[in-house]
């Protein structure tokens, strides 16, 4: 692979035009394409085969007004009035109940309920089924709201399923900080502008091109609405990260003399095999989301998978070309104070770092203490995670400033916070529609239930629909203990006799299901993902302890990462400094997200780093000189590469959805620990412990594996060396010389 990567990027180096228009007219290509038969992003989250997927599919086949979308405006009188207290109140309200019917894609609106204590109205609307639904609709609910409230000088708030669907969290403020911070961070690690903007540019495109796809992409898989800002996040990191490894390399490489094309070259077969078999593994552990069994996720997986193999290529590509067009200049345009030497060449030294080698002989000489302290922290840091709860926010988690905050504020007060996420029982009678009342009878007994209707008994379908409310909040672990005894206990009791079965379904029952379905099968995930990259690395470092070691210490970063979701959204810690103003469950599916991406991009930095330690063993057979060479030679670049990830996933935690805060603090958290704690203090202490066993494998193994050379220099052609301009007049002196005495 180094020889086929190598002559990649001379090719792109020494036609950059080429390569550039090539990139420019496939982007122009799937823009337009995009547009003309992109198809929407799909909004479902559901699970084929669960008890939630077969109530939708009862409530589907019947026809029922309950399978579409739902939606509910909360009507309140102003200045703490009653609606006893407005002559005009029924007026008013059946005045917004019918105005709400006059809405596109909306079947039905229930008559207004008022709670008991007269202050809050609950008006029900039934719109369509998902699918033939856009935001459209969820625009013109948002933008009735201010005229009804006008015209009935009352209260009007909404929320509900359709804004679940269409709903799309604010964003740019955030991410436009993240990468400001990332460009500051490559304009110090390089002191060039020139050598900051191709990795941030390469980054963008790439990260336009990937996002754009994703419609065309929605013809061949469902992708959730939700996944392009994940893959923007993931795939915006990954892209400075790779280009910023890349460009480090070929500066060294020109340092050393080599012609631009050679050095571009070699340093897409060394660098760049790293950056393809480190995005490789992200690919592959991102697709590994598949195995969870939730179409939404399997959707978010491939769509950030095209979006970081997309960077890949355009790291190996588009890079290349630029650093080609660039060529010296790589180093100019500098930043900051240099030496007179530095400033007068135009090739810039990458040398290893007299700090960071001092802090390897530190650590070398502190190996026990280190390794025992990090170790404790990081397992104190991951402690919460034995009080994880997956679940899903619901809408009394976002900003008191939305409407749909509002609104379930107001139906709690009213209403019972059980009210904001009621249960479907979707029953198919099968001849017995006797069962119906016994049915109905069992559900309101229940301790967890505190309301029962049966809202529609289609005889011809032989389906009916009851709703139940629940006691407790959507996000309430109470509740999904309430769907799990009705399910497990109430139903079959009554159906024990009976051809009829039952089926709880609605949002809230959805989510738990979905939340169930992923505990139970994110062990054998993270087991998958950890074996792979064990074989991986142990093919590439001929070694067993070091993947074994590497397993276990990502696995620590990761879990240390999980530890702190717990501790910020769950207990609260430091809640405010985020934005949040109330705790919330872990996202069902965000631990396996975060593990195959994270343990996906550990993988740069163990490859970055290990490859340079075990290239000085092989060459001095000293295991702590290699260890310490290692960390002087790679560990700026990590703790720039680590930075630039820090910086891209902390800005999404200035979002305004509680989602994509999870996502961005647990990426960022984990980076920081993995890049810091882990690679710069603990690796460096465990690897001297182990001495010269941190490269033992058995002769049989070594037989019998592929060998992978990670730096892949040993297959290139002898090096093309540049002549400095200060020499080159003294070699034309003395080629002419050697030539006079043969024209004589």
Known sequence: MSHLLYRLGRFSAGKPWLVIAIWIVAGGLVISL?????????DSFTVPGLDSHQAAELLTEAQSAQAGVSARVVVSPSNGETFADRPDSATALDGIGVALAELPNVVGVAPPVVSPDGE?????????LLSELNPADLEQLEESLPVLAESSGMQVEAGGELFFAFDEPESGVGEAIGLITAVFVLLVAFGSVIAMGLPVGVALFGLALGVSSMTLVTRLIEIPAWAPQVGAMVGLGVGIDYALFLVTRHREFLADGLSVSDSVGRACATAGQAVVFAGGTVVVAILGLAVA?????????????????????????????????SGHWINRLSVGRRSRTQADSSIVAIQPSHRWHLWGRHVSRHAWPYAIGVTGLLLLLTAPVFALELGFPDEGTKSELTTERRAYDLVTQGFGPGANGPLLVAVDINGDDGVIEPLRAAISDDVGIV???VVDVNIDAGIATIVATPST?????????????????????????????????????TFADVAGQVKDRLPAFIAAVVVLSFLLLMMVFRSVLVPLK?????????????????AVFQWGWGLSLIGLDSTVPIVSFIPMFMFAILFGLSMDYEVFLLSRVREHFLATADSQASVIDGIAGTARVITSAALIMISVFGGFVLGSDPVTKMFGLGLATAIFVDATIVRIVLVPASMKLMGDANWWLPGWLDRILPTIDIEGEAALPPREYELNDELEPVVDVLVDAVQAPMTE
């Open 34 to 42: 995009s547009g003309a038969v992109g198809q929407d992003l799909d």
């Open 550 to 566: 590497a397993a276990i210490l990502n696995l620590l970063s990761i879990g240390a990462a999980y530890g702190v979701l717990v």
């Open 293 to 325: 069994g939730v179409p939404s996720m399997t959707g978010a997986g491939v769509a950030t998978s095209i979006i970081v193999a997309i960077m890949v290529v355009a790291t190996m590509t588009l890079v290349p070309a630029f650093l080609g067009l």
């Open 451 to 453: 309301g029962v209707e």
């Open 473 to 509: 909040s959507p996000q309430d672990g109470e509740t999904v203990e309430t769907i799990e005894r009705l399910r497990a206990e109430v139903l079959p009791t009554v159906l024990d006799t009976s051809a009829a079965s039952a089926h709880v379904g609605g949002q809230t029952a």
């Open 120 to 128: 809050v109205a609950l008006i029900q609307i039934q719109y369509r």
